[in-house]
């Protein structure tokens, strides 16, 4: 094999990869960009879409301080709060997905020679970008009220958070491809599975003292092992095993929401 030809597979085989992170980049773009026009919009709907994990945080939180210490309750109590809110806003990202599919927006995106997986990946940089945003937010709204983390914990976990909200933000996006036209199903499902899913974590109460059949249905719910790993990275419990079980469990959650929703991106739209 010559240099040449060597030369001219390895450049085959970049081009693919180029092509995607630019039509990923053009996507991003196109998502961002209304919000990047109307930055006042945008503020309120992040303040709009915090709104119901800081009440949890102002009401609940005082009220279980008398646990273990101010400090150790909101120790325990943020990573909770940050997680119900991963669950409310990726679970919900499908929306504008689905209303651009219900409105035939989404029709003038796919005679373009964009790619698909770009377009999929897009909008999921959007989804974990804001995510992120509205975690160091709370972060930072709880530290006054005597949340005291630890910081490479915080950043771990919040980067764990953003991988488990991808997941649940594509398992989204597949939804609203499944539920055109008419949108039933997904709201059917995002209203119904959201609440189960938070509860049975211990987001808001602890489960020790629960029973045994509710603890065991606790450890099929794959939300519980994500809030257990962000609590010991809180306090900096880095390597305990909880948190290799929650890491495990949010990258399942978005390689198999990724997958699922590139496969339903290229066929079903």
């Not at 997905?97 to 999921?124: D, Q, Y």
């Amino acid at each position: 094999m010559t240099v040449e030809t060597a030369s001219m597979r390895r450049g085959a085989r970049t081009r693919p990869v180029k092509g995607l992170l630019r039509d990923t980049l053009v996507s991003f773009r196109r998502e961002m960009t209304p919000a990047l026009r109307e930055p006042g919009g945008v503020l309120l709907g992040t303040i709009i879409a915090m709104l119901q994990p800081l009440l949890f945080l102002v009401l609940f939180g005082p009220v279980l301080a008398g646990g273990g210490g101010r400090e150790q309750t909101w120790q325990w109590f943020i990573p909770g709060v940050l997680v119900m809110m991963c669950l409310f806003g990726p679970l919900s990202a499908g929306y504008s997905l689905l209303s651009e599919l219900i409105g035939g927006a989404m029709e003038r995106m796919l005679v373009t020679p964009a790619s698909r997986t770009a377009m999929l990946m897009g909008r999921t940089l959007k989804e974990s970008l804001i995510l992120l945003v509205q975690a160091v937010l709370i972060v930072a709204v709880a530290i006054p009220m005597g949340l005291r983390p630890d910081l490479v914990g915080v950043i771990v976990g919040i980067a764990l958070l953003v991988v488990f909200g991808t997941g649940l933000g594509a398992l989204s996006f597949v939804l609203a491809i499944l539920s055109r036209p008419s949108g039933t199903l997904f709201y059917l499902v995002t209203q119904t599975v959201v609440f189960p899913l938070m509860l049975l974590s211990g987001v808001l109460l602890p489960l020790e003292a629960a029973p045994g059949w509710l603890r065991a249905v606790a450890a099929l719910n794959p939300v519980t092992y994500v809030v257990e790993a962000q609590r010991r990275l809180f306090v900096g419990e880095l390597a305990a095993p909880p948190v290799l079980y929650g890491a495990v469990v949010a990258v399942a959650v978005a390689a198999v929401g990724l997958l699922l929703a590139t496969r339903a991106m290229r066929r079903a739209v």
